[in-house]
């Protein structure tokens, strides 16, 4: 770095912090990135590469019009994200979703942080709280924050932390799966019309699935993992199940829209396989997160149709995910109020997604430099999938029952006035984009 300007400090090389140092360089500020990997490794990273995708592959929907997450994709675009600059250049098939070859998504998102002029990484932990002479710090360390930082903010902002579970879909070559039963189609023919291999089965083969699922040994916890509550957003299939025979039939395999080439009738399931990679040899099993020991899932996966002589390049998992009780410690800048030099960033915050922890990263970065450089930095209107977000963690959401959230319609104002249903969330992303377009010019 040949900048004088003090350096704005990153803790954690996620996709929060990656983003939030793209967006902190790109504004003349220099950035120290500190991550801990490889020198000390987390129970989920598999490399010490930069934004490494951990879980699923996905960005989920692109549709800025009618998802809300889709609508926070072009919102970041229009910031000059290098997270979706970056899944957009190593996008995969995936119907109306945004997929990424994981390896080459991360390569690219280290590439372009390590080529930077004004952004530096250092491979290190930082245990405890960052030193008094880091006046201006984003702690983007996720939800594998490490034993003593976490404990360290835990004693600053005086709130027992809250943990979730995240788990890891298993992911399949596809030349074991059988195309005499599979079949090419996304749901309803979108995207490209044949994204996604789906597997079908009768009632029968669902019953028994079922009862396997029910009856399927799982894995032991480990003492701090117990009566740890799951995310809503991410449960595992195997708890999906234990809530009523019917409950995947209407989650992630449900078989509307979907329609066999080598059966009459409608299936009564469907499992649905994401292309995982650029090259597509590599599937993952969407919704399948799981608890399921190895054999057990090689064991109970292999009984779906099509899978009989599957080869898994990965199996699932299950790990402890922490995140910070926001709406009480944190102001609506990001900042702990017990110490504003401190803002934090992504899955830490209790938002829930890939995007969604990008964002805050990219949000941190703004108004971290913003006001390295002397400005007042602001939140971006709550019309905007940014502004909501920001509202819904740092006060729009109710302390006591305070859970990770990921972006959606529902956080954002209503609009007022008669208006058909259909076209209620295509207004609100317009008025979003216009509102993002006003902010973005106030910044300078």
């Known amino acids: 770095m040949t900048n004088n300007t003090k350096p704005v400090h990153i803790i954690g090389g996620g996709l929060a912090g990656s983003e939030a140092a793209w967006q902190v360089a790109s504004r003349g500020v220099p950035a120290i990135i500190h991550e801990m ?3 000390r490794k987390t129970d989920a990273h598999h490399t010490d ?39 957009d250049k190593h996008k995969v098939p995936a119907g109306s979703a945004l997929a990424v070859d994981r390896d080459e998504f991360s390569a690219e998102v280290t590439k372009k942080l390590e080529d930077h002029a004004l952004i530096s990484i250092e491979r290190e932990e930082i245990v405890g709280l960052p030193p008094k002479e880091w006046d201006n710090v984003i702690i983007a360390t996720g939800p594998l924050t490490s034993p003593a930082l976490s404990q360290a903010i835990l004693d600053l902002c005086g709130e027992e932390g809250l943990a979730f579970f995240d788990a890891i879909a298993p992911i399949v070559y596809k030349d074991s799966i059988d195309f005499d039963t599979a079949w090419f189609q996304s749901r309803y023919d979108k995207g490209e019309g044949a994204d996604y291999i789906n597997l079908p089965m009768n009632k029968e083969q669902y019953d028994c699935f079922i009862e396997a699922l029910n009856t399927g040994e799982k894995a032991d916890f480990k003492q701090w993992e117990k009566d740890t509550p799951y995310f809503e957003g991410c449960m595992p299939i195997e708890v999906m199940a234990e809530r009523g025979p019917e409950t995947l039939r209407f989650g992630p395999m449900k078989p509307v829209g979907l329609q066999s080439p080598h059966m009459e009738g409608r299936c009564h399931a469907v499992v649905q396989l994401r292309q995982d990679n650029k ?42 995910n922490t995140f910070i009780n926001s709406p009480m410690v944190l102001d609506n800048l990001m900042r702990m109020k017990a110490d504003l030099r401190l803002r934090f960033a992504g899955q830490i915050t209790g938002v829930e997604g890939y995007v969604e922890s990008a964002a805050m990263g990219l949000m941190t970065g703004v108004m971290a430099a913003t006001e390295r450089l002397g400005g ?36 954002f104002p209503v609009i007022e006035g008669k208006m058909k249903k259909k076209d209620r969330k295509p207004a609100k992303a317009a008025r979003a984009l216009s509102a993002l377009s006003e902010w973005k010019n106030s910044l300078g």
């Open 37 to 39: 990997r490889p020198v």
């Open 376 to 411: 007042m930095p602001g939140t971006p209107p709550e019309t905007t999938a940014f502004g909501a977000l920001i509202n819904h963690i740092t006060g729009g959401a109710d302390v006591k029952t305070f859970q990770p959230m990921n972006v959606n319609f529902g956080l």
């Open 49 to 87: 590469g930069l934004a490494e995708l951990v879980c699923s592959n996905s960005f989920r929907s692109d549709d800025a019009e009618n998802n809300a997450v889709g609508l926070l994709h072009e919102e970041m675009r229009r910031m000059n994200s290098l997270i979706i600059a970056s899944a």
């Open 279 to 320: 090259l597509g040899t590599l599937y993952n099993m969407v919704g399948f997160q799981t608890k399921l020991t190895y054999g057990e899932q090689t064991r109970i996966f292999k009984s779906i149709p099509g899978l009989e002589n599957a080869q898994f390049a990965r199996l699932g998992g299950l790990h402890r």
